[in-house]
């Protein structure tokens, strides 16, 4: 009979000839002291995240990039020529600002979400709610994955951009933070989903009923001031208009509207979504039943 | 499993010196005590109500009732992963969401989540990291682990790739790695085949050997006679009678725990008792 469980005899007769740590049946934890990390539990967690979408990095990292290239290529280099400037800037770069905002937040809501919706309802989000980790360290660890996804696809995306149009980056210092804001943003914004989900069906129609939507009519393909007026209202309403523009003023040093509103707008945007992810970690809100 | 057997593990564990020299040590907080849990769930459901449990340290407790007695709802407050409505819980005396109070317990749920994107090692590694402990003693504590439960070999492989024993196992041995104090094993047996319940069942009489607490739920009357030294009974989220099965064979006048449980069951239900 084969056996699938070691017989731990060997093990207990070491013990009780003095080693009382010997092998796997050591003496359970004493129950009287203070809890102490070797290592922080939130790096564990951060670093599953990580591991986790770069175990996929075909599907995590290089699709969105070749899909934001295509772009590039089949908007701004094949038909670019028969598009003049816009405020100045060559079309084929004009562009890239939008679709690396596209890319990054698209990354890191589609991360968070389908992180957070297969450890629902593989149930083996409870290996990390049963932990000692707390509440806000569980929302940092899965945001954080996130945040490296869309940052990493953000980078890759850019210096290709820059090899294919030559496009520069004016004020990075406005670049950085618009980057840090948006990360935020959707990273909790694709926590929130990946929460309230209750089927695959659902984070799709968020990615492609709202997300792709409102991206492309947030002006990444062209400046809002061409629109007709009651159109300008519109995309004015629209919260990725702010977050291309932000990102637009980072690249060219121009946008449509001026950037501290934009950076206002990604930064509340950011806040109010933080917010609501902390209420939902610390009352364990459909986490927890 | 034959009565013998169990008597022989049981006689082995009275006369532990181990034993003795625990009983002379200060006393020991409860396990687990859990006073006046309620629990309503939003739909307005109450699966359990002013439950009253206390488990002692080092004890072997077998919880036994149908499903939708309440046992799963006790195990995932107790684990942090329900929340009480009302009443308290105190694990070694530590309020049971505290981090002192989660690092002492572990838990092998019934059904099997393991982490699809994670190989066996990492499984059992994160879990590790997930309760504070460094790299070098998690991968030592998985390797070793992975050797009692038989998956050095599946070491690289991924949950879904494995058979359903080998999740079992792997299941087991992640709840083992923070080496708690208190193990709670929900239906950890279920849909083994009778080799591997075997060998689970003598592993479980040596964690408990050497000091574990184990709270145990099943629906298998013979694993819960053979393993536990006392055996609460709960329906309708109340536990209705708490003792060695002996106790309860004498109290309820039965051949065997199957007859006892389902006479217990059999009796006239708790809110009718209680008008």
Known sequence: ?289 | MPSSRVGAVRASSITDPRRADQESRPAVPPALRVSGFTKTYAGGFTAVEGLDLEVPDGAFFGLLGPNGAGKTTLIGSVCNLVRPTAGRIEIFGHEHTTREARRLVGLAEQDINLDRFMNVEEVLVYHAGYFGIGRARAQARARELMEVFDLSGKARVRPPALSGGMRRRLLFARALMHSPRLLILDEPTAGVDVELRTELWEYTRRLHEVGTTILLTTHYLEEAEALCQEIGLIREGRIIARDSADGLRARYGARDIAEVYLRAMAQKPVAEERA
């Open chain 1, 1 to 289: 009979m084969s056996s699938h469980v070691t017989d731990p005899a060997a093990v207990v007769a070491a013990r009780d000839a003095g080693d009382r740590c010997a092998g796997h049946l050591p003496p359970p934890a004493a129950y009287d002291e203070p809890f102490a990390e070797e290592r922080r539990g939130l790096l564990w967690l951060c670093e599953r995240e990580i591991v986790r979408f770069l175990k996929l990095w075909v599907q995590t990292i290089v699709a969105p990039v070749i899909s934001s290239l295509l772009f590039i290529v089949v908007f701004g280099m094949a038909l670019g020529d028969r598009i003049a400037d816009v405020d100045g800037v060559p079309y084929d770069q004009f562009i890239v600002p939008g679709l690396v905002v596209q890319a990054i937040l698209t990354a890191a809501y589609s991360n968070n979400s389908s992180t957070l919706f297969q450890a629902r309802s593989d149930r083996f989000l409870n290996d990390v709610l049963s932990s000692p980790l707390r509440w806000w360290e569980v929302n940092i660890g899965v945001a954080i994955g996130g945040v490296v996804r869309g940052l990493l696809t953000g980078i890759v995306l850019l210096a290709c951009a820059v090899v294919m149009t030559g496009v520069s980056i004016e004020q990075p210092l406005v670049l950085v933070v618009a980057t840090a804001l948006i990360l935020v943003a959707f990273a909790q914004l694709g926590v929130i989903a990946g929460i309230y989900a209750k089927s695959w069906d659902f984070m799709a129609f968020v990615t492609t009923l709202v997300i792709l939507p409102l991206s492309f009519l947030g002006g990444i393909f062209y400046s809002v001031d061409r629109l007709p007026e009651g159109w300008q209202v519109v995309s004015h309403l629209n919260p990725i208009f702010y977050l291309v523009q932000a990102f637009r003023e980072g690249f060219s040093g121009t946008s449509d509207v001026p950037i501290g509103l934009s950076l206002a707008v990604v930064a509340v945007l950011a806040v109010v979504l933080s917010g609501w992810c902390a209420w939902l970690f610390r009352t364990g809100h459909r986490l927890k039943p």
